[in-house]
């Protein structure tokens, strides 16, 4: 695994190959995601300034799509479906013990690293309402009981 200076460096080389191109922010966030995991303010302010663009067009861009983390993710994604389906079937609760459970807020992820919470839209499961997923996995038809048992198979994992 590199070290952070490597990191840096390989940023560094991919903004000069991107210096001057059309969607050079996109292609740079992709691969300073691939690079770091995830877009921290640092490596967006590299980006503007290697690129000549402005931090609110970087910042921008980042945050609007849903692919970039600007936060060190989870070895474990967890969505919790709030699409209309899941969300009159009592998806909040699930949501909010997911968030008990783990001791953290829908888009954070915990202090050990291990789970990152999102609230998303439509699953594409809606006769399973409500709809968890964990990366692949699908939990349906859930109960806010249901979620410690849940949880807790993968943290034995």
């Given at each position: 695994m590199p070290d952070i200076r490597e990191k840096y460096a390989e940023l560094d080389k991919l903004i000069a190959a991107l210096k001057g191109q059309e969607g050079a922010v996109m292609r740079a966030l992709q691969g300073a995601q691939e690079i770091f995991g995830h877009v921290p303010k640092d490596v967006q302010i590299l980006i503007a300034e290697g690129l000549g663009a402005t931090l609110s067009e970087v910042y921008g861009v980042a945050t609007f799509y849903s692919q970039f983390a600007l936060e060190p993710r989870g070895?474990?994604?967890?969505?919790?479906?709030?699409?209309?389906?899941?969300?009159?079937?009592?998806?909040?609760?699930?949501?909010?013990?997911?968030?008990?459970?783990?001791?953290t807020k829908a888009g954070k992820t915990t202090e050990d690293g291990l789970f990152t919470i999102k609230d998303t839209r439509c699953l594409g499961a809606c006769g399973l309402a409500p709809v968890m997923m964990i990366n692949d996995d699908v939990y349906g038809n859930l109960v806010p009981d249901k979620i410690p048992a849940i949880l807790d198979k993968y943290r034995k994992a």
């Amino acid at each position: 695994m590199p070290d952070i200076r490597e990191k840096y460096a390989e940023l560094d080389k991919l903004i000069a190959a991107l210096k001057g191109q059309e969607g050079a922010v996109m292609r740079a966030l992709q691969g300073a995601q691939e690079i770091f995991g995830h877009v921290p303010k640092d490596v967006q302010i590299l980006i503007a300034e290697g690129l000549g663009a402005t931090l609110s067009e970087v910042y921008g861009v980042a945050t609007f799509y849903s692919q970039f983390a600007l936060e060190p993710r989870g070895q474990y994604i967890i969505g919790v479906c709030l699409g209309t389906a899941c969300y009159v079937k009592n998806a909040q609760a699930v949501l909010d013990r997911v968030c008990s459970e783990l001791k953290t807020k829908a888009g954070k992820t915990t202090e050990d690293g291990l789970f990152t919470i999102k609230d998303t839209r439509c699953l594409g499961a809606c006769g399973l309402a409500p709809v968890m997923m964990i990366n692949d996995d699908v939990y349906g038809n859930l109960v806010p009981d249901k979620i410690p048992a849940i949880l807790d198979k993968y943290r034995k994992a």
